[in-house]
């Protein structure tokens, strides 16, 4: 436990370093504080892989309770709802070219998750979509039935985005390093909302729907679209849970490419690589998807604020 209690201490270290602003420039990169959270990535991947409390595993595993075919079916179904969803939002807004741009973003954000979540809903009220005994995957014993205890996933939720912010901050600060090195230009603001947040500021109603639909709708939509219909139908196909971890995270950052901005595009995909697989394997070690709903909430959160003292 002694590397867990090390990361605040020096997650801390790093962001008074990265105040100093001595070496950062719009154009160049910061290495002190990059080492440093390379240093506390380091030490956070090594708490997750061995704290006995952090790498169990429930008895048996995550209670999804669709089979292979229609959760996959389904997350295809909440890809191609999201287009009707957006529109239909930006409809109901009154939203149009002329409108401000976080107002835009907010509304269409609004949309493409509650097609998200109506598709999930509608998918878990289904009779034929659920395991049926032996020939399912839970009958195989490859979906868990003895999850952690609510308190518990809880705590493991908190614990794990502490430990993946300095994971996530380091893997997408060398990326970002890496771009920068080629000749890109590296922005203030690396997503298109957090700069149309910055642009409006908090008097504008359009800020806090932007902070609710960060911090509420996107982690519970996307997690049960992700995690549930599309990582844990890949495993009831019968891939590994490291794979399935990998390739819905692979389509998780790719789904994010048009939110990223210029100059912010390989450090965003990085990082959203490395914290989708950080919420797939939460909710293979906690057996329940509020944990990963939880800990993508605290995220999104840590990040709006962080944005916001930039």
């Known amino acids: 436990m002694a590397a867990l209690a090390s990361v605040p201490a020096?997650?801390?270290?790093t962001i008074?370093?990265?105040?100093?602003?001595?070496?950062?420039?719009?154009?160049?990169?910061?290495?002190?504080?990059l080492a440093a959270w390379s240093v506390a990535a380091i030490l956070a991947v090594a708490a997750i892989a061995r704290v006995p409390w952090l790498r169990a595993m429930p008895r048996v595993g995550p209670a999804w309770p669709l089979r292979a075919e229609p959760s996959v079916l389904c997350f295809g179904a909440a890809f191609l709802a999201t287009a009707i969803g957006a529109a239909a939002a930006t409809t109901a807004f009154r939203i149009?070219?002329?409108?401000?741009?976080?107002?835009?973003?907010?509304a269409s954000s609004i949309g493409v998750h509650a097609a998200q979540l109506a598709v999930v809903g509608a998918a878990l009220l289904v009779p034929a979509f659920r395991t049926r005994g032996a020939s399912?995957?839970?009958?195989?014993?490859?979906?868990?039935?003895?999850?952690?205890?609510?308190?518990?996933?809880?705590?493991?939720?908190?614990?794990?985005?502490?430990?993946?912010?300095?994971?996530?901050?380091?893997?997408?600060?060398?990326?970002?390093?890496?771009?920068?090195?080629?000749?890109?230009?590296?922005?203030?603001?690396?997503?298109?909302?957090?700069?149309?947040?910055?642009?409006?500021?908090?008097?504008?109603p359009w800020w806090w729907g932007a902070v609710a639909s960060a911090v509420l709708l996107a982690p519970l939509a996307e997690e049960l679209a992700y995690r549930g219909l599309l990582q844990q139908g890949l495993k009831a196909t019968g891939l590994p849970a490291w794979l399935a971890v990998a390739l819905t995270s692979a389509l998780?950052?790719?789904?994010?490419?048009?939110?990223?901005?210029?100059?912010?595009?390989?450090?965003?995909?990085?990082?959203?690589?490395?914290?989708?697989?950080?919420?797939g394997a939460l909710l293979e070690r906690s057996g329940r998807i509020s944990a990963?709903?939880?800990?993508?909430?605290?995220?999104?959160?840590?990040?709006?604020f962080a944005a916001q003292q930039a």
């Open 136 to 204: 399912s995957v839970a009958g195989r014993g490859g979906v868990h039935r003895q999850p952690r205890g609510h308190a518990e996933s809880v705590a493991l939720a908190i614990a794990f985005a502490a430990l993946l912010w300095p994971i996530a901050q380091a893997a997408g600060g060398i990326a970002g390093a890496v771009e920068t090195w080629f000749g890109g230009a590296r922005p203030a603001l690396g997503h298109a909302t957090l700069e149309a947040m910055s642009d409006s500021g908090t008097a504008d």
């Open 10 to 13: 020096l997650a801390a270290a």
């Open 16 to 33: 008074a370093a990265a105040q100093d602003g001595a070496t950062q420039s719009t154009q160049g990169t910061a290495w002190w504080p």
């Open 96 to 106: 149009d070219d002329a409108s401000p741009a976080l107002a835009r973003t907010v």
């Open 292 to 304: 990963a709903v939880i800990a993508h909430s605290l995220f999104n959160a840590a990040n709006l």
């Open 252 to 279: 998780f950052a790719l789904m994010h490419w048009s939110a990223l901005t210029d100059g912010a595009r390989a450090a965003g995909l990085v990082t959203l690589f490395t914290l989708s697989a950080g919420w």
